[in-house]
């Protein structure tokens, strides 16, 4: 069993920058790859990047290349989510997920957990 637990949203103005994190528990955290979905209200929930269970492939949504970064630290059983130059469109609810298996798009019945979630929100 592991348990996800997401910290680091808020509210933040355009251009502005914020980090996720998730913390898992359970000794296995370095087993699973991971990611990072997100769901806006009215929208389909959507995968923003994922990592390999060693960081060494990463997967990121055409929209958030280059401003989004995803990284983990298996010895602190995290997983972050560094993002810069937020947009507007960027507010949703954020969640952590782990699964056996690298998630890409439209595999989310490939997620074995899932965090709680934690509201992103871009605005002035």
């Known amino acids: 069993q592991v348990q996800l637990v997401e910290s680091g949203g808020g509210l933040v103005q355009p251009g502005g920058s914020l980090r996720l994190s998730c913390a898992a528990s359970?000794?296995?955290?370095?087993?699973?790859?991971m990611g990072w979905f997100r769901q806006a209200p009215g929208k389909e929930r959507e995968l923003v990047a994922s990592?390999?269970?060693?960081?060494?492939?990463?997967y990121y949504l055409n929209s958030v290349k280059g401003r989004f970064t995803i990284s983990r630290d298996n010895a602190k059983n995290t997983v972050y989510l560094q993002m810069i130059s937020l947009k507007p469109e960027d507010t949703a609810v954020y969640y952590c997920a782990a699964s056996l298996s690298f998630l890409v798009p439209r595999i989310d019945y490939e997620v074995n957990y899932w965090g709680q979630g934690t509201q992103v929100t871009v605005s002035s």
């Open positions: 359970g000794r296995t955290f370095s087993t699973y790859h």
């Open positions: 990592i390999t269970w060693n960081g060494g492939s990463t």
